[in-house]
């Protein structure tokens, strides 16, 4: 197997509104500006590029098309894109990269939510019969989740009030909320959707986000420390939420184990794609109780539609750049309620 690394990761900052256009430009343009200067590499270096958005979502057609001005059209570019959160045009990278036909790719998501009516365009990805024609937000669609996980006991409201308290104290600089929480004062707040509060959901952000792959010694010569990718995979549960134990997410967890290699217990720490909280408990319990969760807040204090996930990504390879970690593991969602999941595992060496 091709030896294959996260050499690079930048990301816009997480904000509630943003006044440029619905095709992320404005946003890309400094992403690729600073792995460009970080790495001492230009656009001419790379050999491939692979971005992920929604064209729902920015409200246009093609809008990833226009979205390459941020690139520039001299000189001709080799690129791709996916109609999801840019987690997956990581993986269609990687695989890229596998063939051997080039040895550097550059990922990018972006998302404008604020252009938009969310809760309508989410919806849209639900079963068309029986559950879209309702218009069920996400917000609502978790709460019953929730909900779920408490009557079976497997949670309960103080142990995700605690997920939100680590994760603001975890914030990174460029997330829309750091303050910290509180927690018993959090506990007596209001209920948006019962048993959710507001510290239970993700602040929906405009955001982007981008990543360099490279090959084996392309890697080494653009960082000292690459994070090496050992274990990749995505899986699917039923979109069909009926016929879901919403308490689990099996997809998530096979991806790991065959992700991980079946060797779980030496992550050190994970990168968890969780918009609520409780379902960062779902994804945290089959993790060593030692490993660290979303050191850098995870998207409970920003979550970038169609750039969460790539984030989580990054933010888990900057633990192998730094020598914080040797073995980590970011995981990305799509799809109502951790129906569809991503997970990479990567090492330092």
């Known amino acids: 197997m091709t030896d294959i690394a996260v050499v690079g990761f930048a990301q ?33 270096d ?16 093609f809008s990833f098309i226009s979205a390459i001005d941020a690139i520039g059209a001299v000189p001709p570019i080799n690129e791709s894109h996916v109609e999801m959160d840019a987690a997956w045009a990581f993986y269609e990278a990687w695989i890229k990269l596998m063939t051997g036909e080039v040895d550097t790719a550059l990922v990018y998501g972006f998302g404008k939510s604020s252009a938009g009516t969310l809760a309508k365009v989410l919806a849209m990805q639900l079963d068309p019969y029986l559950v879209a024609p309702l218009w069920p937000d996400a917000v609502s669609l978790a709460g019953i989740q929730a909900r779920a996980g408490i009557d079976a006991g497997k949670w309960d409201e103080r142990a995700m009030a605690e997920v939100a308290v680590r994760n603001r104290s975890n914030a990174h600089p ?6 910290p929480l509180e927690l018993e004062s959090i506990l007596r707040s209001d ?32 960082r000292e420390r690459p994070a090496w990718i050992t274990g990749i995979e995505h899986l699917v549960d039923s979109p069909n939420i009926g016929a879901r134990d919403l308490t689990s997410a ?21 990168e968890l794609h969780a918009p609520f909280t409780h379902q960062e ?3 945290s319990q089959w993790l060593p109780s030692e490993a660290t969760i979303n050191p850098s807040g995870g ?15 990054g933010h888990a390879a900057t633990r192998i750049f730094d020598g914080s970690d040797s073995r980590v593991l970011a995981h990305a969602t799509s799809g109502p309620l951790l129906q569809q999941n991503l997970v990479a595992v990567m090492e330092g060496r």
């Open 174 to 179: 460029l997330a829309q909320l750091s303050d």
């Open 281 to 283: 408990l779902i994804l």
């Open 191 to 222: 209920y948006i959707a019962d048993p959710l509060r507001a510290h239970d959901c993700a602040p929906v952000t405009d955001g982007a986000s981008a990543i360099v792959l490279a090959a084996g010694d392309r890697a080494r010569s653009l």
């Open 299 to 313: 998207p409970l204090v920003g979550n970038p539609m169609f750039s969460a996930g790539l984030e989580r990504i």
């Open 12 to 44: 816009a900052p997480n904000v509630a509104e943003t006044a440029g256009t619905t095709n992320g430009v404005e946003m890309l343009v400094p992403c690729f500006a600073q792995l460009y200067a970080e790495l001492g590499i230009t656009k001419s």
């Open 250 to 270: 099996p997809s998530a967890y096979n991806a790991a184990l065959k992700a991980s290699g079946g060797d779980l217990a030496s992550i050190s720490a994970a």
């Open 46 to 61: 790379i050999g491939f590029w692979c971005s992920g958005s929604s064209d729902y979502l920015a409200g246009r057609a």
